[in-house]
T-cell receptor, first 109, second 114 residues
Framework: GESVGLHLPTLSVQEGDNSIINCAYSNSASDYFIWYKQESGKGPQFIIDIRSNMDKRQGQRVTVLLNKTVKHLSLQIAATQPGDSAVYFCARANYQLIWGAGTKLIIKP | DGGITQSPKYLFRKEGQNVTLSCEQNLNHDAMYWYRQDPGQGLRLIYYSQIVNDFQKGDIAEGYSVSREKKESFPLTVTSAQKNPTAFYLC?????????????FGDGTRLSIL
């Protein structure tokens, strides 16, 4: 079946540095991937999405890269700020959303 | 402002009791979803509805029930058959019935057992 997994459960980054959160998926049935941010006690918040006809997509301070050859996608956050502290999920869409377990991003002052 | 409202924020269930979690959206979205989240885990799909008066079981539907009588509302009942109901419950909606647009989430209901 399909699965989505993040490489690290926790990532610590110095404030002002760039953060890279990685995600792998198991097969290529889906053509739509989404990154969400979840702050403590709140629902997930949409960050950015990418479809399989693209390799890269940029938003405000965030970039998502999709490598279909190795079935891997990454979320890059530029100039990480304290407000970026959260759990980040990648999800793939195939009529339903299939979620990874999340990576907790910790910002060191 | 458009969005999804879940209530209550915290809910306690006694042994053998059914409880209902409310989810209302004013985004005019056709599709709505219920997820369960356990500590340190991702989201697991309980039920989803692509259109009014229709809904489908997700991966963990046992012990739960839903209704979709109005486009705006998708309440979830946690029945006494659900033996481990303690979790964070999240409701979402999407403009795309087949899931190829982002889902928008409410701020969740945390359910605990008394």
């Amino acid at each position: 079946g399909e699965s989505v997994g993040l490489h690290l459960p926790t990532l610590s980054v110095q404030e002002g540095d760039n953060s890279i959160i990685n995600c792998a998926y198991s097969n290529s049935a889906s053509d739509y991937f989404i990154w969400y941010k979840q702050e403590s006690g709140k629902g997930p918040q949409f960050i950015i999405d990418i479809r399989s006809n693209m390799d890269k997509r940029q938003g405000q301070r965030v970039t998502v890269l999709l490598n279909k050859t190795v079935k891997h996608l990454s979320l890059q956050i530029a100039a990480t700020q304290p407000g970026d502290s959260a759990v980040y999920f990648c999800a793939r869409a195939n009529y339903q959303l299939i979620w990874g377990a999340g990576t907790k991003l910790i910002i060191k002052p | 402002d458009g969005g999804i409202t879940q209530s209550p924020k915290y809910l306690f269930r006694k042994e053998g009791q059914n409880v209902t979690l409310s989810c209302e959206q004013n985004l005019n979205h056709d599709a709505m979803y219920w997820y369960r989240q356990d500590p340190g885990q991702g989201l697991r799909l309980i039920y989803y509805s692509q259109i009014v008066n229709d809904f489908q079981k997700g991966d963990i539907a046992e012990g739960y029930s839903v209704s979709r009588e109005k486009k705006e509302s998708f309440p979830l009942t946690v029945t006494s058959a659900q033996k481990n109901p303690t979790a964070f419950y999240l409701c979402a909606s999407s403009s795309d019935r087949v899931g190829f647009q982002p889902q928008h989430f409410g701020d969740g209901t945390r359910l605990s057992i008394l």
